[in-house]
Structure formats: C-alpha cells, structure tokens
C-alpha cells in the first residue's frame, strides 16, 4: 500500500532514498542561534563612514573658525558701524569735549520719543558727541537727543545769568546785544555792579549786574 502511494504521487518507482526530507533540508536551530548572535555581536562594533566623520568636523571646526576668528574685513566693519543700536563691545568710545557740562541757550521743543525737551537755562549733562548737530545728553532725569547749537559748554568757575532788560553792552570794539530772557554765561568777578560775560557766540562784553538774575 505504501509503495502504490509514493508511485501514483511521484509519477514513477523513486527510491525511498532518494527523496529529499523536507525536515533536514530546514537549518538546525543551533545554526539559526549562531548566526543570530554573530549579527548582534557585530552590529554595535561596526565602524562609521570615515567620510561622514571629518564632514562632521569639519563643518565643526569652520562653525568655530567663524565665531572665534572672524574675518579681518568684518571686523573693521562692525568697528565702523554707525548704527544707533550697536554692540557695546564694537562701538567706539564717545567723543566727549573736556567739560560735558553744558548750559541751555533757547528753548527746544522735542518731536520724537528719544529727543528732550529743554527749556533756556537748564543745564545738561552731554554724554555723546559722535554726531555734530545732534548730541545725547541727560537733563532732569531724563536721556535723550537735542541740537548741538542749543547750548554752550560751562567751564570751571562760570556761571550762567538771564537777561532780564534789553540792552546793549561794550566789548571794547563792537556792542554786544542782549535781549531779554537771552542767556549769557558770567566769566568773571563783579567788580563796582558789572560783570564780564559772554554770549552763545563767545562774544565777551561788561554787563550791569542789576540786569541780569540766576537761572
């Protein structure tokens, strides 16, 4: 019986021998278990691409370069650097004038958020002088911007005085008129009711003491 089986499903009269089992042609679990353990032992120790090592430092080393040495052209550019934002390190020192105290000479109104409002005889601290026409200083509190022509620098010893008469005074060769309200800055000792002064145009002249009065 089990021989007319294996003929009517072979087509002919194979051997037993010759037939193939299918259970040995199948790997032994023991050769499954070695080749996994060598796959998961080698995994880890394989080494990286060489190529994407030094890509890695050298996009590493250039993002140093940059940050740490910058180049010489950039450099003197943001030394340059006229912006009103700058970075403290790179902005150069203000430029200030021996004295930064500076009197008021006319009134001054101010149209923007950063600029003061001043008023004739207030002093001012100047803190910048970078720009010619329009300094930086602090008055009452408060920092902002304001035409440089506005005021007068205060030397040591002087003192600023307001006109209270209209009047016209001697300079030794030409008069010097003086409106009232105007702000002249005193220069020297009264001497018999009259002092040396000067105007916003360093014009010098004697002056009665009676027209003139603190601000």
């Not at 051997?15 to 089992?21: E, G, L």
Request: some cysteine; glycine content about 8%; aromatic content about 4%.
């Amino acid at each position: 019986m089990k021989s007319v089986r294996r003929g009517g499903r072979g087509g002919g009269s194979e051997s037993k021998d010759n037939v193939a089992s299918p259970v040995s042609s199948l790997p032994s679990l023991a050769t499954l278990s070695n080749l996994t353990s060598a796959r998961v032992c080698a995994a880890p120790t394989a080494p990286s691409s060489p190529v994407h090592n030094r890509r890695l430092l050298t996009a590493r080393n250039m993002r140093m370069n940059s940050v740490e040495l910058p180049d010489e052209n950039e450099k003197s550019l943001s030394s340059a650097s006229t912006s009103p934002c700058p970075s403290p390190v790179s902005k150069k020192p203000h430029r200030l004038l021996p004295t930064n105290l500076y009197v008021v000479l006319y009134n001054f109104t101010s149209r923007h958020p950063d600029e003061l409002d001043l008023r004739a005889g207030y002093k001012v601290t100047v803190t910048d002088t970078s720009d010619p026409d329009w300094w930086q200083g602090k008055c009452l509190g408060r920092t902002g911007y304001f035409p440089s022509k506005y005021v007068t620098r205060l030397n040591g010893g002087e003192k600023p005085l307001q006109v209270t008469h209209n009047l016209q005074v001697n300079d030794g060769e030409n008069g010097i008129k003086l409106l009232r309200d105007q702000i002249v800055i005193q220069i020297g000792e009264e001497v018999d009711g009259m002092v040396m002064i000067r105007n916003g145009d360093n014009q010098q002249g004697v002056c009665p003491l009676k027209y003139l009065q603190e601000v």
